[in-house]
């Protein structure tokens, strides 16, 4: 879950809320229809015998199961990843039964890159790669929709308002020097 409006500083705003491209339900949508051609077939060649019979049940069970796996599981963890980017922040949040989660404040981030291949580049998604000054390696945002707007949205917050402070330095938002 991305932060909510009560998880947010005073005079914080979100910018933009962003999921994992629906690209990555591709495979999963893949093993279902080979699930449901696989289970049509055993259906097909089993039709004269007793529909009960324990190959029906254990046919469907394993079915089941795999589904469960191969599909479930990547839609459970593809509706659980969100991206938000607020005028402070650039929250990352993911995980089904252990929620994991990483902000960066906007004044520590150094370097923002895109990557996208060939299919990105046709789906109109791609990687943000986001570099932060800590020790912490940075956030690696994965399959990012509208990734080119993410990335100017990033860019004008960083670039856009002056922190106030007159010691000339720059980026925008970075706390005041005392």
Sequence with gaps: MAP??????????VVLRLRTHPKVLLVAGLWA?????????????LRGT????????????????LAAWLVGL?????????????????????????????????????DIALEKGVLDRVLGCGTLVV????????????????VEE?????????YSYDDGSDDGEWPPNEPQRR
């Design 4 to 13: 909510r409006e009560d998880h947010l500083t005073e005079g914080e705003q």
């Design 33 to 45: 229809l080979l699930l449901v051609v696989a289970l049509v077939l055993l259906w097909w060649l």
């Design 50 to 65: 007793d529909a009960y019979s324990p190959t029906m049940w254990a046919a469907g069970a394993l079915a089941l199961g």
């Design 74 to 110: 990547p839609v459970l963890r593809w509706r659980s990843e969100r991206f938000t980017i607020t005028t402070r922040r650039i929250s990352h949040r993911h995980g089904i039964l252990t929620r994991h989660g990483r902000d960066i404040p906007l004044h520590r981030i150094n």
């Design 131 to 146: 570099s932060d000054a800590t020790e912490k390696a940075g956030m690696v945002l994965h399959d990012v929709p509208r």
């Design 150 to 158: 993410a990335h100017l949205r990033l860019q004008e917050l960083l």
